[in-house]
């Protein structure tokens, strides 16, 4: 059970302290938007680079952008651990997931939440993570969509199948008293950016969350 906090919630103004307060987690999730994809500009390369420098964890990139065939490579190139793009965005998913995963990164495939697993499952493979959207895309602080649960349920059964490391991600108001849920339905990686960046202290977050996310291991 592992816990990437999302630095969408940070103070943008002290990314490497921010950084430092979540030094307990697993991974620092970095959501990069290109105002196309999603109507919400956050940051790039440039800033994920600077970040690679200083973080003390893996950086997880969260690629919320169109055409990530041509600009999803150069995060993983940078040295981010895992690189997930969105399955809506991709010419070739298959291609683009192999490319992660020779560019020395985790592959990880986003669906948001209109989009069906079924269509996808072929590309698990390739994929060392599926990142299931329990929000729309674009915003932290919204609220969870509970009827992604059943999707995130499927994929984690095609998953069991397939046998292997791959991860299935949760993201989207993931809090203390919905994690519970994602992780009964078989989520196993955990993003929560304003749960983690609005408490009091964000490492004991990290540590709750974890904490009640693994009463239910699978
Ligand atoms: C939303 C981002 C999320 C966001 C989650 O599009 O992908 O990572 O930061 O924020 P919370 O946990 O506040 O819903
Ligand atoms: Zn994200």
Known sequence: MQISPSILSADFANLQRELDAVANADWAHVDVMDNHFVPNLTLGLPVVEALLRVSPIPIDCHLMIADPDRWAPAYAEAGAGSVTFHVEAAADPKRLARQLRAAGARSGMALKP????????????????????????????????????????????????????IWVQVDGGVSASTIEACAEAGADVFVAGSAVYGAASAADAVDQLRALAARHRH
């Not at 509970?146 to 046998?163: M, T």
């Open 114 to 165: 209109a989009t069906p697993w079924a269509p996808y499952a072929e590309l698990l493979p390739d994929l060392d993570m599926v990142l299931v959207m329990t929000v729309e895309p674009g915003f932290g602080g919204q609220s969870f969509l509970a009827d992604q649960l059943p999707k995130v349920a499927q994929v984690r059964e095609s998953v069991r199948r397939q046998g292997g490391q």
